[in-house]
């Protein structure tokens, strides 16, 4: 069965430093998502595309973070400076189109800032 | 931001007991309800989901409910067991918006 890969599963990184987690979607997936979760909370999305354009980044915030997608395929979101409240994971998920079809989701990236 | 809301926070059923957790949502245009499931240090995944032209949709045994005029909706899950146990989260999204989440049900069963 197709998955959604990401990596890296598991990062620490101090305060200041800078971090990227990367995500493979499912073949053929026009729409690539990133949510961001807290422990004991729900995803809340950072970032949607559709291919290689960012369709809502309205709750990224984008002083310290930026995502990219630039062949429509793959994708890369880079958190610098990190700050000690960015610890959460990040999922990425994909979708073959824009609401109402099935949300993969990965497995998670998992980053502590210390 | 539209919110999902999303309760009980927490859950204790008994083995072959039934689950109940329940959503509320505000946007009108939000044409899209699934249910996901999350275990321990995995991503969510898709339970079941359900559009507001019909009023339930059953899957094994898991049932939602929709209330399209109170804008509400709920999972059923019959005959809970213990493999049953983990957290899950009710989702909204319409108009081409992304899934928007409610903060989660952990659900606990006891055999």
């Known amino acids: 069965e197709a998955e959604v890969a990401q990596s890296p599963r598991y990062k620490i990184t101090e305060k200041s430093q800078a971090v990227a987690f990367w995500c493979d979607p499912i073949?053929?997936?026009?729409?690539l998502y990133w949510y961001r979760q807290i422990l004991g909370q729900g995803p809340e999305l950072l970032v949607q595309?559709?291919?290689?354009?960012?369709?809502?980044d309205s709750q990224l915030p984008k002083d310290r973070f930026s995502a990219e997608r630039l062949k429509g395929v793959d994708s890369t979101l880079k958190i610098q400076p990190a700050e000690l409240g960015d610890s959460a994971m990040y999922l990425c998920a994909s979708s073959w189109g824009l609401s109402g079809n099935t949300i993969y989701f990965g497995e998670g990236s998992w980053l502590t800032v210390v | 931001q539209q919110q999902v809301k999303q309760s009980p926070q927490s859950l204790i059923v008994q083995k072959g007991g039934i689950s109940i957790i329940n959503c509320a949502y505000e946007n009108t245009a939000f044409d899209y309800f699934p249910w996901y499931q999350q275990f321990p240090g995995k991503g969510p995944a898709l339970l079941i989901a359900i559009r507001p032209d019909v009023s339930e949709k059953k899957e094994g045994r898991f049932t939602i409910s929709f209330n399209k005029s109170a804008k509400q909706f709920s999972l059923h899950i019959m005959d809970s067991q213990p493999g049953d146990s983990a957290t899950y989260f009710c989702a909204a999204s319409g108009a081409g918006t992304a899934l928007i989440f409610g903060k989660g049900t952990t659900l606990s069963v006891s055999s």
């Open positions: 595309f559709q291919d290689e354009s960012v369709v809502d």
């Open positions: 073949s053929g997936h026009a729409t």
